[in-house]
């Protein structure tokens, strides 16, 4: 089965500073999804990527994922307070629905 | 995306109880997921529920412990059996709306504790 590893756990960031999360697989990833959760909550989709190379951006949340498609990261500019909580990437599997998640990253802001 | 409704938003429960968590759409999906977060852990499948049929489990899950219904498109039930207070953690049903590698969609969850 996909295994996805983040790095780092946890995070502690300065506010307005910037920040990298990554997500590695162990295999080719079909589609690999970024998600938020805030503490014992639900999770917030924030991107998808799905092409080799691939970038995408919301306000100053940006994802990439690299040309072999087994890594990805989520770069956040210019922290701010509403960005902490729990990013999650997940897996799509080819010929179905399912996703698997990554271990997950705590991020911390503080002022 | 879609609006997903799911209940209780939490409970606490006797271990040997039962406890059946409902999740609701505001519009007809195709797939609806149930995933379970143990403490300080990432999310981990359940099974699939499926609509008129029985729900396709996970390898570690099995009916008998988690039985689903999936009466409608809009709308499916996870019952937690027999808990103890392993089964202490968060439950979130997810759907995937129609169309080619459309994201999953959470519901806010069920935070579940066992005495």
């Known amino acids: 089965s996909q295994e996805l590893e983040q790095s780092p756990q946890s995070l502690i960031v300065q506010e307005g500073k910037n920040l990298t999360i990554n997500c590695t697989s162990s295999?080719?990833?079909?589609?690999l999804y970024w998600y938020k959760q805030k503490y014992g909550e639900g999770l917030i989709f924030l991107m998808m990527l799905q092409k080799g190379g691939e970038e995408k951006s919301h306000e100053k949340i940006t994802a990439k994922l690299d040309e072999k498609k087994q890594q990805s990261s989520l770069h956040i500019t210019a922290s701010q307070p509403s960005h902490a909580g729990i990013y999650l990437c997940g897996a799509a599997h080819f010929g179905n629905e399912k996703l698997t998640f990554g271990t997950g990253t705590r991020l911390t802001i503080i002022p | 995306s879609a609006v997903i409704s799911q209940k209780p938003s939490r409970d606490i429960c006797q271990r040997g109880t039962s406890l059946t968590i409902q999740c609701q759409v505001d519009?007809?999906?195709?797939?609806m997921f149930w995933y379970r977060q143990q403490p300080g852990q990432s999310l981990t499948l359940i099974a699939t529920?499926?609509?008129?049929?029985?729900?396709?489990?996970e390898s570690g899950f099995v009916i008998d412990k988690f039985p689903i219904s999936r009466p409608n498109l809009t709308f499916s039930t996870l019952t937690v059996s027999n808990m103890s207070p392993e089964d202490s953690s968060i439950y979130l049903c997810?759907?995937?709306?129609?169309?080619?590698?459309?994201?999953?969609?959470f519901g806010d969850g069920t935070r579940l504790s066992i005495l």
């Open positions: 519009s007809q999906v195709t797939m």
């Open positions: 529920a499926n609509q008129g049929s029985e729900a396709t489990y």
């Open positions: 997810s759907v995937a709306l129609q169309g080619y590698n459309q994201p999953q969609h």
């Open positions: 295999k080719t990833l079909y589609g």
